[in-house]
C-alpha cells in the first residue's frame, strides 16, 4: 500500500487534471476554440525555457517553472477571470484564496505550504521569478491574438493602450522583450485586429 | 525592431501552439474529451515537481522539468502514436525524427541543437533525469484510465499484463512508485475497469 503521503499527492495530481477545464478567452493560433488554463501554463513555462536568456540576471529558471507551470490552480474552484473584466476582477481575490485553502490542503501540509506559498509569490510580484513568469504569462495572449487576427480583441472591444497598459510588466520583468510587444502591438494596430485609442480615451487613460 | 534570434525564438513558441491539438488516447478525468499533448505535458511537469521526493538521488529537477514539457513536440507532425498499436509504432522513429528536424529547426542553431538534445535524451532513457521522466509520462494515464474506469483501457481492449509491461520504466526510473502502480493496477483489475489477462494470453507474453 502506499504511504499516507503519497496518497495525499496522488489525489493532488488527480485534482488538478481539472485545470484543463477552465477555458480562457485567448483562443488557440488556428482559431478553432478556446485555450485552457492547463495547456496555457504548458506554453508559458516553455517559454520560460526558450526565452531564458532574456530573463534578469540572477533568475532561477526552475523557480520561475514551478510558479508558471501552479500559477492558474485556483482557477479550478474559482474560474478564469478575464483580465479587463473590472467587476469580476473585484471578487478574484476572495474566490482565489478559498481555492488555493482547498487544493493546496489535498497535500501533505509541509508541501502544501511550498506550493501554497509559490502561488503568493506569483501573485505578489515582488521577486525577480514571479516579475519573470508574470511577464510571460502576459506575453503568450498577445502571440495567440496576433496570430488570430485579434479575435479575443475584437470580441470585447479592447484597445491597444488597454494592451500596452496590461503588458507592463513585461517592462519590469523581462525588459529585454518590451520592444518586441511594442512591435507586436505596433503592427497589430497597423493589421487592424487591435484598435487604436481614440483622442478623448487617450486623454482620459 | 526585435532581433533575428528572438524573432526565430517566437516563431518557435507560436510553432507549439500547435501541441494543443494533438489528442491522446487518454481522457481527462471527467471524461468530457481525449486529453491533447500539451495539457497532457504540463500535468506530467507539475508531477515532477509534486513527486521530486521520489526521483532516484541526484536527478536535476530543472533537466526533467525540460524533458518533460518538450517529449511530446514532435507530435506536432508526427501525430500521438497509442502506446499498444505495434504497427503505428514501426513508423513512428521515422516521423519524429523528420518532425525534430523541422521544429527545432525554427530556432537559432545552438538552441535548436541543445532542445534537440534533451528530446533525444528523453527518447534514449539512459540518463537519470530522462527515466525519471519517462516513468510520470507512463504514470499519468494510468491515474486518468482509473478515473474514468479504464475508458481508453475498454475502448482498446486493453489487458492488465499489458499495461504492467508498458508501466516497466517505472520500475526503473522511480523504483519508489512502482507499489503504487502495482497497487492502482490491482484496484482497476478489481473494480472491472482493466481486464485480467487469460490464462492462453499470459503463456504467450
Known amino acids: 500500500m502506499p504511504s499516507n503521503r ?5 489525489a493532488f495530481i488527480v485534482e488538478i487534471d481539472k485545470l484543463k477545464q477552465i477555458l480562457r478567452q485567448t483562443l488557440l493560433t488556428n482559431a478553432s476554440r478556446q485555450e485552457n488554463s492547463a495547456e496555457h501554463s504548458w506554453h508559458i513555462a516553455l517559454m520560460a525555457i526558450v526565452l531564458a536568456e532574456y530573463a534578469p540576471a540572477g533568475v532561477n529558471l526552475l523557480h520561475a517553472v ?3 507551470l501552479l500559477h492558474d ?9 478575464f483580465c479587463y473584466d473590472l467587476s469580476g476582477n473585484q471578487s478574484k481575490a476572495e474566490r482565489e484564496l478559498a481555492a488555493a485553502d482547498r487544493l493546496f490542503g489535498l497535500l501533505p501540509p509541509d508541501q502544501g505550504t511550498e506550493l501554497r506559498s509559490l502561488w503568493e509569490e506569483f501573485e505578489a510580484q515582488v521577486t525577480p521569478e514571479a516579475k519573470f513568469a508574470v511577464a510571460l504569462d502576459r506575453l503568450q495572449p498577445i502571440l495567440n491574438n496576433q496570430q488570430t487576427g485579434g479575435a ?3 470580441k470585447h472591444g479592447i484597445r491597444a493602450d488597454q494592451v500596452l497598459w496590461r503588458m507592463q510588466p513585461v517592462q519590469e520583468g523581462a525588459p529585454e522583450l518590451w520592444p518586441l510587444v511594442e512591435q507586436i502591438v505596433a503592427d497589430c494596430v ?6 487604436q485609442a481614440s483622442q478623448a480615451e487617450s486623454v482620459s487613460t
Open 190 to 195: 497597423a493589421a487592424g485586429y487591435l484598435q
Open 152 to 154: 479575443s480583441w475584437k
Open 66 to 68: 514551478k510558479l508558471l
Open 6 to 10: 503519497l496518497a495525499q499527492q496522488i
Open 73 to 81: 490552480l485556483v482557477e479550478i474552484d474559482a474560474g478564469d477571470t
